[in-house]
């Protein structure tokens, strides 16, 4: 059974940087694609952040696109989202999901918005940014 938490969120100024943690136990994270997704209050839950299962594709969603960065940490189990340039809109609640058969990044350059029942989510971290 795979366990995420997801942390590092917090209060930032616009642009700031926060770096976002899903930190997996009891699997490796190498055997899974892995999403960032956030839901604003009122807004449908964005894919914003995908890294494929043997780290050959990212995607980055056209609201984050040029200001985040996802990379995974074998040793560490955990995979990082980098956000940089913080706008308000930007704040949300982040929470990560990882599944080891949906093409999850191929999904979410599909349609950023759909809903799929990915196989482990991760509970959310708040980003609150500040104008």
């Known amino acids: 059974q795979l366990e995420l938490v997801a942390s590092g969120g917090g209060l930032v100024q616009a642009g700031g940087s926060l770096r976002l943690s899903c930190t997996a136990s009891?699997?490796?994270?190498?055997?899974?694609?892995v999403g960032w997704f956030r839901q604003a209050p009122g807004k449908e839950r964005e894919g914003i952040s995908c890294?494929?299962?043997?780290?050959?594709?990212?995607y980055y969603g056209d609201s984050v696109n040029g200001r985040v960065t996802i990379t995974r940490d074998i040793a560490s189990n955990t995979v990082y989202l980098q956000l940089n340039d913080l706008k308000p809109e930007d704040t949300a609640i982040y929470s990560c999901?990882?599944?080891?058969?949906?093409?999850?990044?191929?999904?979410?350059?599909?349609?950023?918005?759909?809903?799929?029942?990915?196989?482990?989510w991760g509970q959310g971290t708040q980003v609150t940014v500040s104008s």
């Open positions: 999901a990882a599944d080891a058969v949906a093409e999850m990044c191929f999904l979410m350059r599909e349609s950023p918005l759909a809903r799929y029942d990915y196989r482990y």
């Open positions: 890294i494929s299962k043997d780290d050959s594709d990212t």
């Open positions: 009891g699997i490796s994270l190498g055997f899974f694609a």
